[in-house]
Every structure is written in structure tokens, then in C-alpha cells.
């Protein structure tokens, strides 16, 4: 085979970039399998969204809306928001990276938290930015540590709020404190993709202080709780004048007619909605009682999902319990990318496969070796 000198070469950085790798899916050998590794809403779409989603399959022929014009009337109907303030994106990914895109690039910094979500220093990246840690406290984003990190090439903030993989959130009064020490040309993007789960006093997810700063964005999704993962639909808040720029610099027809249709039916069943979170409401503090039982720590969350410790050696490692459940047919998400080498974090699953991981869970610790 000849050699091939003359190809193609990507722009500097692309190639050091280690591609994101989703949850697993499968197990070679076992038909039964329970996914619980990429926070999938348990409850699964609406039935509603379902009958919108195969409505649309006759007039395959033709594009979408390009503006997703009733989504986003039926988002500002639903949260009393400026409909000229609202974008919607191919999941809340699309607009983290559009984002970044604009407002990002050689010789500038990307803040993240320590433990954040890997979409933004991957983005970062992508577009010739430096990714820049900032230091946690207890698995929390820190104020001080964002406020410690930005320095004169900072343009962006981005804080996950909840937190993806701990599952820890910043209250309303911290974000606050974190925009205000904040300059001003930097963007603050609040990335609150579990939003719906949370049932905090002291939480909001962003739209108060979107709509009261011009350097202020939230994203949100409906892959979480709405149960629309398979359609990547994701939508932001934001000035008007970043929707304006992200109008400039996304594809013409980025969210596709079937999950604008679905994501308009989900968004109004809200009993479905409230019965998601419900379900969450139950099995969360459930399988942190369990864990307690079984003298497993773990990082306290208000997602629809649970990081629990093993550590890195010895026979109950996060390696050993992720092979052992894996021959179980159970796949929670090792999450060694993330600097957590020694946790595994479990999606909230159905009561069946909540209690199939205790149980599983159980006869791993009780086992000597592991196995």
C-alpha cells in the first residue's frame, strides 16, 4: 500500500483532542441489559410526544422550521419568556458548541469547574481555546475557584448546574456572586440540563438572571426528564443579541421537524412530566439509603442520577464493581475522564433495575475478591 504524504492536516489542536465516548449500551452475549449509564429519563418520553413524533413521518419530504418558530413560542408560553430571547439547538450540545464557537478561540481560556461536564473543554478545544479547570470544594463548583481562575484572557464561564457526573448544584445566591465578580465581556453560561429535577429552595436554574445581565446564558435540554434523548433537542435563553449571533452561525435547519413536534408534546404533558419527577423523587433518596446500608459513599446529587465511591484499589474498586456488574447485564458510567477514577455514577433507573443494582451491588461487596 503506497505511503500518503500529501493529506489532508486538521487545524493545530484538533488531534489532541480525545473524542467524548457515550455510556455503554451493550453487553456481548446478554440480551437483558440494563442501561443505566448516560442519565436517560427512566419514565421514557411522553405517549403524547410519542403520537407527535410519528405524525410527522408523512411529510418526511419536507424541511423543517427552520427557526423552530412553535417550540419556542410553546417554551415562552410555558415560562413566560421573550420568544426573541429563546434558540433552540440539535441538543443543548449544539448550542454549548455554537457558543463556544463565536465567542472562543486561539489566545483565549474556557473556564469549567474541576469535575464539569466534558462537552466544554472538548469545545474549548475544538476552536483553538484553552480549557482552564477551576478548583472544587467537596465536589461542588466553587465561586472562589472561578473567581481564583479568570484571568485576562478569560471569555467564557461555564458552570453545570446540577453538576453531570456528581450531581451537585450551586445555589441561585452563588451564581449571583459568581456573575457579579465576573467581568463584564465574559459569557456566563449556566448549563441546567437537570433542572427540572430538582426540587431546591435555594435553586434556579438561570432565566431571572438571563433576563436581568446582557453576559448570561441558560441552556437546557429535553433529552433529561422529557425523555427525548434518541432526538437531540436542546434550547437556550439568552440576550438578544447572543440569540442573534448563534442565529449567524448555526445550520439552517439544525433541529429537525419530528423532534420539534415531539419536544412541543412533551413540553405540554406536564402530568407526564410531574410523574417523572416523582418517580426520581422516590428511588433517588432510595438508593442513597441503600448505599448507606451497605457502607458505600456517595456524592450527595439532585439529578436523575447517583455517584458512588469505590476507590481505585483493591478487590471493590470502581474497575471490579464495573466488571462485575457488567456480567450482570447492568451498565452504569465509569467516569475516570472526569478525574473520578474511583466512583461509578448510576442513572435512577425503574424500581426493578434500581433494585437489581442493590442487589447486584451486594453480592459484590460480600464477594472477597470482587468477582
Known sequence: MPTRTNMPVPKSGIMDISPY???DASVEGLARIIKLSSNEGATGPSPKAVAAFQAVGAELHRYPDGGAGELRAGLAE????DVNRLICGNGSDEIISHLIQAYAGPGDEVLYSEHGFLMYPLGAMANGATPVKATETAYTASVDGFLAAVTERTTMVFVANPNNPTGTYLPQSELQRLRAGLPDHVLLVIDSA???FVTRNDYAPGIEMVSAHDNVVMTRTFSKIYGLAALRVGWAYCPTEIAMVFHRVRGPFNVNAAAQAAALAALRDIRHTDEARAHNDKWLPWLQGECERLGLDYIPSVGNFLTIE?????PHSAAAAQEF?????????TIGGYGLGGHVRFTVGLEAENRAVIAALEAFLSSGDGA
Do not use: N, Q, S
Request: net charge positive; proline share 4%.
Open 325 to 333: 456488574l457488567r456480567t450482570k447485564g447492568i451498565l452504569p458510567r
Open 310 to 314: 469505590f476507590g481505585t484499589d483493591g
Open 78 to 81: 410555558m415560562y413566560g419568556l
Open 21 to 23: 465516548v457515550g455510556g
Open 194 to 196: 437537570y433542572a427540572e
